[in-house]
């Protein structure tokens, strides 16, 4: 039986990334617990994505659920502009020492998307403050995904991702291969050769592209990367949106993989899954750009609930639990738990490939998502796949057994 909510407002909601006439019916979630949901008419399935890799310390985190609860009865949201208040300033601070070099400008915003224009901006305004003119594109790559909103849009892989319907409609960016050998290398640095006059910055996702494929490179290419944007004269933007907060092993890839970027977008996990926040982190040279007796050399930019108290109080919360140091262990964990529980799946797919607590098992062409949705769900267990993969992304807190029942279901329905 669906509950009265469900069918009276199932003529009203537009839901994400589907074709609504065709796609399978969305399954009613009652509660969450740990690494679990649980549906209304009562089944319990382990959650293999972590709701889009948002909750890495599992749901309803009891110390989480406390911060948020003492900020709300303090003060849920005051605006930014004018004000401070206590849970902004400690994040951004805590923020600043955790990330390497001097990426200490926090800019708040409230979704990815959001905190990816703002870094898109804030290159753009960068040269302009500088008086360096037709720097007014972006160099992205080929399997990149930005977001969704119309800039991030353009900086996505033009044909895998999602938003090739809308070419021509802004203004194009340069789109190129990842530099992972010697002659991709070769060729970033002739294109940069030729085009960084034109060129803000250089947008990269670190070491694992996300919605765009879950495709992994080396630590290699974003060396690459910072010495051709140095070489050029550009600036490097890391969105981290997927992979900050332990998902590849580290708090961050850019201080895992040794290399500064002068920008990094962080969301996601950034309050472990409780509620909306974002940030784009400048460095000290950036932020000195805007930093002026000139009103007109000012970011023009302010989110109505940009550092909203109650989602910096779960990022502060969240932080603390990374400070508790079990989420390193869990992710080798997890990583071992994946390269065993999937590797027998080599022989029924394209590619099996593990990074952190992160599992992908590819295949050739796109799969019917909604049909293997079910099915999982059939075997207790929450797996959306996307596009040509079907992966796994755990919250860390997901038990031996939880993971085991995850790789189980996939080899089943899989295999
Ligand atoms: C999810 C994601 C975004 C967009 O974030 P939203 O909160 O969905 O707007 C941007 N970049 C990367 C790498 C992402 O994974």
Not at 17 to 35: I, S
Not at 149 to 162: F, I, Q, R, S
Not at 178 to 201: M, N, Q, T, Y
């Amino acid at each position: 039986m669906e509950p009265d909510w469900y069918a009276e407002g199932a003529a009203h909601v537009w839901r994400p990334y589907c074709q609504m006439k065709t796609a399978p019916a969305p399954l009613p979630v009652a509660r969450t617990d740990g690494a679990r949901l649980i549906l209304e008419d009562g089944r319990e399935l382990v959650d293999g994505i972590a709701s889009w890799w948002t909750a890495c310390h599992g749901y309803n985190h009891p110390h989480i659920r406390a911060a948020v609860e003492a900020q709300l009865a303090k003060a849920p949201h005051v605006m930014f502009g004018g004000l401070a208040h206590e849970p902004a300033y400690r994040l951004a601070r805590r923020l600043a020492d955790l990330l390497p070099g001097d990426l200490n400008r926090v800019f708040f915003a409230e979704s990815g998307s959001v905190s990816v224009e703002i870094a898109m901006k804030m290159a753009l305004q960068f040269w302009i403050n500088r008086s360096v003119k037709g720097r007014t594109r972006f160099l992205a790559f080929r399997g990149g995904y930005h977001g969704d909103t119309l800039a991030t849009m353009t900086v996505c892989d033009p044909e895998e991702g999602m938003h090739a319907l809308f070419a021509g409609v802004m203004p194009s960016q340069v789109i190129a291969d990842l530099p992972v050998d010697g002659p991709s290398e070769a060729a970033l640095d002739r294109l940069l050769g030729e085009k960084a006059g034109e060129i803000a910055a250089i947008l990269v996702e670190p070491r694992v592209q996300g919605a765009g494929g879950m495709l992994f490179h080396d630590d290699e290419t974003l060396r690459v990367l910072r010495r051709l944007s140095d070489r050029h004269d550009v600036l490097l933007i890391f969105d981290e949106i997927f992979v900050g907060f332990g998902r590849t092993g580290d708090l961050f890839a850019c201080e895992g993989a040794g290399v500064v970027p002068d920008i990094v977008t962080l969301s996601k996990a950034l309050t472990g899954g409780t509620l909306p926040l974002s940030a784009a982190i400048a460095s000290e040279e950036v932020f000195q750009a805007f930093w002026s007796d000139d009103p007109g050399a000012a970011l023009m930019h302010g989110p109505t609930y940009m550092a909203n108290p109650l989602a910096c109080a779960a990022a502060g919360a969240s932080l603390d639990l990374f400070e508790d140091g079990g989420w390193k262990a869990d992710v080798a964990r997890i990583e071992a738990g994946l390269i065993e529980g999937l590797g027998p799946l080599r022989r029924a797919s394209v590619d099996v490939r593990v990074k952190g607590a992160i599992g992908v098992v590819e295949f050739p062409g796109t799969v019917e998502a909604g049909d293997l949705c079910r099915k999982f769900a059939d075997e207790g267990v929450w797996i959306r796949p996307m596009g040509k993969v079907v992966y796994l992304t755990p919250p860390y807190v997901v038990s031996d057994a939880e993971l085991a029942k995850l790789t189980g279901a996939m080899r089943k329905v899989l295999g």
